[in-house]
């Protein structure tokens, strides 16, 4: 089975400055997608940037972006110039074949 | 246009008593997830429909728990009889194309679950 392991259960960072969210997963399948969500406290979960694995360039979606290492099977996320709104859990989550499966996500905190 | 619905958004319960949970998904959206995210925890799927048919349910605890999406739009989840272990977020999310594991999903607020 899949599994997804983010290590980091907590971040910080300065207002205005970058922190990057590790996550490495664990698979067989060659062809899949790996997902970043942000779950801001008591509000929906919302989709942050995708990745297709057959794909080399790095995924980017305004002030994020990813640094996807296939063969070391690790996806992590930059959060480039950091707002108080950026404060939320952090979800990376696989999706193959089968179900999307979810890491134990990262808490980041934006101090002002 | 209008997101995920959920009610409630709040219950407590007593263990051993029932307690059903509503979703209505994105006008449109063919599949329908649930999932169980417990506190500190990534949400897990619980059990997974495209329209009105059942793709998923290998980790529904079927002895308690149980899920039907009638006419292929609202869900209903019920458990029946809560365990103190139950105490949970129930999200519900749905997708615009098909069952792929990879199509984006879009989540509801969720309904917290205290179970004492």
């Known amino acids: 089975a899949q599994t997804v392991t983010q290590s980091q259960p907590e971040m910080s960072v300065q207002e205005a400055e970058t922190v990057t969210l590790s996550c490495t997963y664990d698979?067989?399948?060659?062809?899949?997608?790996l997902f970043w969500y942000k779950q801001p406290p008591s509000r929906q979960m919302i989709l942050v940037i995708r990745q297709e694995a057959y794909k080399q360039q790095n995924a980017t979606e305004n002030r994020f972006s990813v640094n996807f290492q296939k063969a070391a099977k690790s996806f992590s996320l930059k959060i480039s110039d950091s707002q108080l709104g950026d404060a939320a859990m952090y979800f990376c989550?696989?999706?193959?074949?089968?179900?999307?499966?979810f890491g134990q996500g990262t808490r980041l905190t934006i101090n002002p | 246009e209008a997101g995920v619905a959920q009610s409630p958004r709040y219950k407590i319960i007593e263990k051993r008593q029932s307690v059903a949970f509503w979703c209505n998904p994105i006008?449109?959206?063919?599949?329908l997830y649930w999932y169980q995210q417990i506190l500190g925890q990534g949400p897990k799927l619980l059990i997974q429909?495209?329209?009105?048919?059942?793709?998923?349910d290998s980790q529904l605890p079927k002895d308690r728990f149980s899920a039907e999406r009638l006419k292929g739009v609202d869900s209903t989840l019920k458990i029946q009889p809560a365990k103190l272990e139950d105490s949970a977020v129930y999200l519900c999310a749905s997708s615009l194309f098909s069952a792929a594991s990879y199509n984006e999903q879009f989540f509801g607020p969720g309904t917290r679950l205290t179970v004492l």
């Open positions: 429909f495209q329209n009105n048919g059942v793709v998923d």
């Open positions: 989550a696989y999706a193959g074949a089968q179900k999307l499966v």
């Open positions: 006008s449109g959206h063919a599949t």
């Open positions: 698979t067989s399948e060659s062809d899949y997608y």
